[in-house]
């Protein structure tokens, strides 16, 4: 019965997805078990063909209203985070976010680097470079099953914010977009 019902929602509502929202917090520093390097990266400075797929996937997040940060370890380029904001994370039709903030639109570990507590850490360190610059909050939104990268965030600081909800009736050019908040 349930996947008789998922069937004719699917043929009624089109393609759907469901976004749990995340928003960065006070935290903690997280221990992990080297010391990792955060530093910005700009597109100039890395070489697809010499990166890993995953992160050479990864490189146009570049651009204007744009942040990139790495994660290196000896020199070594092992995770990527990218932040949007102004007009450019507008354009995506998502979660509504203030002025001054800006949304982690990307996050990126190489599977060699996984299960090492990279990803809290990178989410965590450009976190606090970000609001430093004077973006805040932060958002970010995550599958809704994804719990691997929802532990991350949770283990970053960050909390739940709310549920994003886009259906795409198969009469419509573009998504219906529905951002549920949470409740104060």
Same mark, same amino acid.
């Given at each position: 019965m349930r996947d008789l019902l998922k069937r004719i929602a699917r043929k009624l509502l089109g393609e759907y997805a469901l976004y749990r929202i995340w928003r960065s917090g006070e935290f903690t520093r997280i221990p992990v078990d080297k010391c990792f390097e955060l530093r910005e990266v700009i597109k100039d400075e890395l070489d697809p063909a010499n990166l890993p797929n995953e992160l050479a996937d990864s490189l146009w997040y570049f651009g204007s209203q744009a942040r990139g940060f790495g994660c290196f370890e000896n020199g070594q380029l092992l995770g990527l985070a990218f932040f949007w904001w102004g007009k450019r994370y507008a354009q995506r039709n998502s979660w509504p976010i203030e002025p001054?903030?800006? *949304? !982690?639109?990307?996050?990126?570990?190489?599977?060699?680097?996984?299960?090492?507590?990279?990803?809290?850490?990178?989410?965590?360190?450009?976190? =606090?470079?970000?609001?430093?610059?004077?973006?805040?909050?932060?958002?970010?939104? @995550?599958?809704? =099953?994804? *719990?691997? =990268?929802?532990?991350?965030?949770?283990?970053?600081?960050?909390?739940?914010?709310?549920?994003? @909800?886009?259906?795409?009736?198969?009469?419509? *050019?573009?998504?219906?977009? !529905?951002?549920?908040?949470?409740?104060?």
């Amino acid at each position: 019965m349930r996947d008789l019902l998922k069937r004719i929602a699917r043929k009624l509502l089109g393609e759907y997805a469901l976004y749990r929202i995340w928003r960065s917090g006070e935290f903690t520093r997280i221990p992990v078990d080297k010391c990792f390097e955060l530093r910005e990266v700009i597109k100039d400075e890395l070489d697809p063909a010499n990166l890993p797929n995953e992160l050479a996937d990864s490189l146009w997040y570049f651009g204007s209203q744009a942040r990139g940060f790495g994660c290196f370890e000896n020199g070594q380029l092992l995770g990527l985070a990218f932040f949007w904001w102004g007009k450019r994370y507008a354009q995506r039709n998502s979660w509504p976010i203030e002025p001054s903030a800006a *949304k !982690l639109v990307h996050i990126i570990v190489t599977p060699a680097a996984r299960g090492r507590g990279l990803a809290p850490w990178l989410i965590q360190a450009a976190t =606090s470079t970000m609001q430093d610059s004077g973006h805040a909050p932060l958002y970010a939104r @995550v599958w809704h =099953s994804n *719990k691997p =990268s929802q532990r991350a965030f949770r283990r970053a600081g960050w909390h739940p914010w709310g549920w994003l @909800v886009q259906v795409q009736p198969l009469w419509c *050019k573009h998504p219906w977009t !529905l951002p549920i908040p949470r409740r104060l």
